[in-house]
Structure formats: structure tokens, C-alpha cells
């Protein structure tokens, strides 16, 4: 019977795994739809370039980070005890730096458009957009 149960928990590993493995063609992996309003109201889809994997998990990278960094640092120090003291103290010190003292900038841009666009449109136009 115990041979069994880890059998069907091994089978159902395997099985989960097929779903994570599957092949993404290199479209899905670099690009993906943005909804975007046009001027008219009118609403498309815009084929974005995906950030860098850096930029989208920049907080937890730097933490993470930084918790290394204290760990290994207070192991050499102070052996398990003391890597677990730097671990702590690492991650408070990345988390402060990441959260309070560095936080994501994001920059925006005037578009200019020009007067002709804005003469006849009854809304005010959205002069910022980000980059």
C-alpha cells in the first residue's frame, strides 16, 4: 500500500510538471498585449516589448539580495548563529534601501501633438505619457 501512495504522489508530480514545461514560442516570451484608448474612445491592443526580468521584480531581487549578502556575511563572522543574525539584518537594510530610499522612478514625457488635433476634440487631450 505505502508503495502505491508514493507512486500515485510521484504520478502527480510528473503531471504537474507537463503543465510548467510546455513550450512558449519566442513571441510569448518577449512581447505581450497592452490595452490602449485612442484618441476616438476606440479601444486596441498594442504589442508591448516586455521589460527586462530585473525590472519586473526589482523589489524582490534586491531583497533577496541583500539577504544573501548579510547572510554570508554574518556565517563568516559568526557561524549559523550569526548568519541567521545577518540574514535578518540584511534583509531589513535591502528592504529600506529598495522600498523607502530608492524607489521605482518612472519618467513621463510632454507629447506634443499639434493644434489642429486639439481644436476640435471636445475632451481635454493627455499631454503625459510614460516611457
Do not use: C, W
Not at 22 to 43: F, H, I, L, N
Amino acid at each position: 500500500m505505502r508503495k502505491y501512495i508514493f507512486l500515485f504522489v510521484i504520478m502527480t508530480l510528473f503531471a504537474g510538471m507537463v503543465v510548467v514545461a510546455t513550450p512558449e514560442t519566442a513571441y510569448g516570451q518577449s512581447y505581450y498585449m497592452r490595452k490602449v484608448r485612442d484618441r476616438y474612445g476606440r479601444v486596441r491592443y498594442v504589442r508591448t516589448a516586455k521589460p527586462s526580468y530585473y525590472r519586473r521584480h526589482r523589489n524582490r531581487l534586491n531583497v533577496a539580495m541583500g539577504t544573501g549578502a548579510g547572510a554570508l556575511i554574518g556565517g563568516l563572522a559568526g557561524g549559523g548563529k550569526g548568519a541567521l543574525i545577518g540574514a535578518g539584518i540584511g534583509a531589513g537594510g535591502s528592504a529600506l534601501y529598495t522600498y523607502k530610499l530608492n524607489k521605482k522612478k518612472r519618467r513621463y514625457v510632454k507629447v506634443r501633438r499639434g493644434t489642429t488635433a486639439r481644436r476640435y476634440r471636445s475632451t481635454p487631450a493627455r499631454r503625459y505619457r510614460r516611457l
